[in-house]
Nanobody, 120 residues
Framework: QVQLAESGGGLVQAGDSLRLSCAYS????????MAWFRQGQGKEREFVAAVSWSSSNRIYADSVKGRFTISRDNAKNTVYLQMSSLKPEDTAVYYCACGILTTSPNYRYWGQGTQVTVSS
């Protein structure tokens, strides 16, 4: 059984940086694509970033390109989302997901989410 656990969320000010982590347990981590999605209050869940199993392919939403970096450490079964120059519109619950690499929310496994709040 696959389990994902996000951590690292919190309350920050606009312009600050924050790093989210997602710890994976279960079947072979390195074969899965990993992604981050987010969902603001009253909004649909939206794609943020994704990384292939080898890290050779990274995809970003236009809204975070140049500010966020996704990475993974297969030895530690962990995927990261480094967020910088945060904006109030980045406020959302951030979810980690794993499965076939895609920008749509069709991932097989999901974490419970971690709240990120950016104050102006």
């Amino acid at each position: 059984q696959v389990q994902l656990a996000e951590s690292g969320g919190g309350l920050v000010q606009a312009g600050d940086s924050l790093r989210l982590s997602c710890a994976y347990s279960g079947r072979t981590f390195s074969t899965y694509g990993m992604a981050w999605f987010r969902q603001g209050q009253g909004k649909e869940r939206e794609f943020v970033a994704a990384v292939s199993w080898s890290s050779s392919n990274r995809i970003y939403a236009d809204s975070v390109k140049g500010r966020f970096t996704i990475s993974r450490d297969n030895a530690k079964n962990t995927v990261y989302l480094q967020m910088s120059s945060l904006k109030p519109e980045d406020t959302a619950v951030y979810y980690c997901a794993c499965g076939i690499l895609t920008t749509s929310p069709n991932y097989r496994y999901w974490g419970q989410g971690t709240q990120v709040t950016v104050s102006s």
